[in-house]
């Protein structure tokens, strides 16, 4: 069945970094755009990043650009988001989203927690 598993959340000060990865499975991985979407605290789900099938286009929140970088590895079905100089209000559940344009997969999320 369609997974995907994001993992490499966690608490952090702010200035810090965290990887986040989201290994799927269940789907031709490297057919589906690929984007990291987040939740904060009383706050509604947001678009944080996007890459292209092939990685050659980004796309990115103006709130994480400079700091946040999104890449994948069709090789390994894995989606990445390099989180640099982290800031309290990044402060939220992280999901990974998987599309293409026909069908839409949701991982289950994992918590990055800044501390200032």
């Known amino acids: 069945q369609v997974q995907l598993v994001e993992s490499g959340g966690g608490l952090v000060q702010a200035g810090g970094s965290l990887r986040l990865s989201c290994a799927a499975s269940?789907?031709?991985?490297?057919?589906?755009?690929m984007s990291w979407y987040r939740q904060g605290p009383g706050k509604e789900r947001e678009f944080v990043a996007s890459?292209?099938?092939?990685?050659?286009?980004?796309n990115y929140a103006d709130s994480v650009k400079g700091r946040f970088t999104i890449s994948r590895v069709n090789a390994k079905n894995t989606v990445y988001l390099q989180m640099n100089s982290l800031k309290p209000e990044d402060t939220a559940v992280y999901y990974c989203?998987?599309?293409?344009?026909?069908?839409?997969?949701w991982g289950q999320g994992t918590q990055v927690t800044v501390s200032s």
């Open positions: 269940g789907f031709t991985f490297s057919t589906y755009v």
């Open positions: 890459i292209t099938r092939t990685g050659s286009i980004t």
């Open positions: 989203k998987g599309q293409n344009g026909v069908n839409s997969y």
